[in-house]
């Protein structure tokens, strides 16, 4: 089911937060111009890291597994 045209919930909140921080996010989506996979992982690499336990652990992850981290990544080499 989409959300405001976004694969999912997930992806368009997470997709927000990069736009509201765009400047980092837009710098490093320029050195990985030719390899949207590689951004994808670097994005749910560095937005994945966390430190809670237990059951906020279990939720926060299944929501950041939701995330369509490749549409994200797309998003921001199109800008």
């Known amino acids: 089911m989409k959300y405001n045209g976004w694969t999912n919930y997930e992806t368009w909140i997470v997709a927000l937060w990069i736009d509201n921080d765009h400047q980092y996010w837009r ?22 890291e966390h430190e809670l336990e237990g059951m ?14 490749q549409e994200i990544a797309s998003h921001l080499l199109e800008d």
């Open 27 to 48: 710098e490093r989506a320029a050195k990985y111009k030719d390899r949207p996979g590689i951004l994808a992982d670097k994005l749910r690499e560095s937005l994945s």
């Open 56 to 69: 906020h652990a279990d939720l926060l992850n299944a929501a950041l597994n939701r995330v369509n981290w």
